[in-house]
């Protein structure tokens, strides 16, 4: 007889000490689990083959810098408004981000464009994740791989943005109440996870992603732009998702 088919499944990723926080939401049985994959690489060959996988990290990336980065990063901003906007930062173009140093890295950002657009020292401590994803991604696997945004996530849990930033106490407790509200209580972790893996913050945002995921699957939210997404010179769609459907 043939075997059993797998139960389809959501994730959510995000950056962490020890490469990257992943939470994982069987969409049958409703259990989460997570661990910390140490390379982008493995996402990619979880044998859970989730069906949508929300990151947090840009994939798509401008060859010429842009005033406030890529379309999707304006709108991100416009959307969380007043205070949170400056959580969402405009990534590098792609020829900088290969840069050995943080010097060459501004350098060629700003010889990119006439507009001389720099890039911050965030943005550059960032560089190792962004070129893990930007060396793999396909257009074929971001029919999987979705861009998402946590504070756009906890937005739409809160039905507005979150004030009380993340790092304090207040603004843990906000976010970690939306989310068992939403039903991510607990999350069942494999492997030897500890603060040195990922901090309080990595988890949260990661359960939030899934949570992301979970809508997208559903097709209960879409990309906050309008219209047709811009593709960089790969063919990588620049898009954000979080807008709720109507």
Known sequence: MPGRAASPCVAGIDGARGGWCLVLKDLDTGEISGRVLRTFDEALDLPQNPRIVAV????GLLNRAEPGGRL????ARKFLGRPRQTSVFSPPV???LEAASYRAALKLNRASSPSAIGISIHC???FRKLREIDRRMTPALQRRFREA???ICFSLLNGAP????KRTGAGR?????LLTRAGYRSVRWAGGFGPSQASTDDVLDAQALCWMAEQIYYERVRPLSEGPAPRDERGLKMEIWGNRCL
């Open 149 to 151: 945004h946590p504070e």
């Open 173 to 177: 407790n906000i976010r970690q109440n």
């Open 124 to 126: 550059y401590g960032l």
């Open 56 to 59: 947090d990290m840009p994939i």
């Open 72 to 75: 999707c990063d304006r709108e």
């Open 162 to 165: 979150v004030t009380a930033p």
């Open 94 to 96: 792609r020829p900088a």
